[in-house]
């Protein structure tokens, strides 16, 4: 069974704070996806990675970093973290062409 | 670029009634394409894929056919119940590039009256 988890699960954290999310894969998935939930917009592409090392921006990365330390785990980085970051956050995993298998998400409330 | 648009955000329904939600996409590409599917407090997960070989997906009694003419995705099942009330995703994948990215539609929640 395809699994991927995420930590925390909930998160209160003050503006200008520093936010790290963690997720970890057990599908041994080349490429894993860091996403936000906004009511209206769908799903929305922050970071991506296609293996350990490497990591590169999706279409909305301004006030997050990604570090891929390993094949199974993709951090999300909020280094000074701003009410409007506010929001719920999907880690997926996935190798291209095929269809990507996501986390349980973390929802992240900034004050 | 590649797009998806959802136009309604919310359907209500009463079980046994028709299920409609309307999709359509824009791209570049032979686009393939994917329904999923996010129970309250559960990530998205796949209902449905189709792409251009096979035309059609059907999974769980629901069903989507792709129609190139119309760049149109739309979903269906005739008799909906309860347990399928949750939020459907339309999803454009983009099979130009190895990262495999999806695009998201904006979302449809659907709440299936007992």
């Known amino acids: 069974e395809a699994a991927v988890t995420q930590s925390p699960r909930n998160k209160v954290a003050v503006t200008g704070g520093k936010v790290t999310l963690s997720c970890n894969q057990t599908?041994?998935?080349?490429?894993m996806y860091w996403y936000r939930q906004d009511t209206g917009h769908g799903l929305r592409l922050i970071h991506y990675s296609y293996g350990a090392g490497s990591t590169e921006k999706g279409d909305i990365p301004d006030g997050y970093k990604a570090s891929r330390p390993s094949q199974e785990n993709f951090s999300l980085i909020l280094e000074l973290a701003t009410p409007s970051q506010t929001s719920v956050y999907f880690c997926?995993?996935?190798?291209?062409?095929?269809?990507?298998?996501f986390g349980p998400g973390t929802r992240l409330t900034v004050l | 670029g590649d797009s998806v648009t959802q136009m309604q955000g919310q359907v209500t329904l009463s079980e046994d009634d028709f299920l409609f939600i309307n999709c359509t996409y824009s791209t570049t590409w032979y686009p393939t394409l994917f329904w999923y599917v996010q129970y309250p407090g559960e990530g998205p997960q796949l209902l449905l894929k189709?792409?251009?070989?096979?035309n059609k997906g059907i999974s769980r009694g629901f069903e989507a056919t792709y129609d190139k003419r119309t760049t149109s995705f739309h979903l269906q099942k005739a008799s909906v119940q309860e347990s399928d009330s949750a939020v459907y995703y339309c999803?454009?994948?983009?099979?130009?590039?190895?990262?495999?990215?999806?695009?998201f539609g904006a979302g449809t929640q659907l709440i299936v009256i007992p």
């Open positions: 599908n041994n998935h080349n490429n």
């Open positions: 999803v454009l994948g983009d099979r130009g590039s190895a990262l495999g990215r999806l695009h």
């Open positions: 997926a995993s996935g190798d291209a062409g095929s269809e990507q298998y």
């Open positions: 189709v792409t251009t070989a096979n």
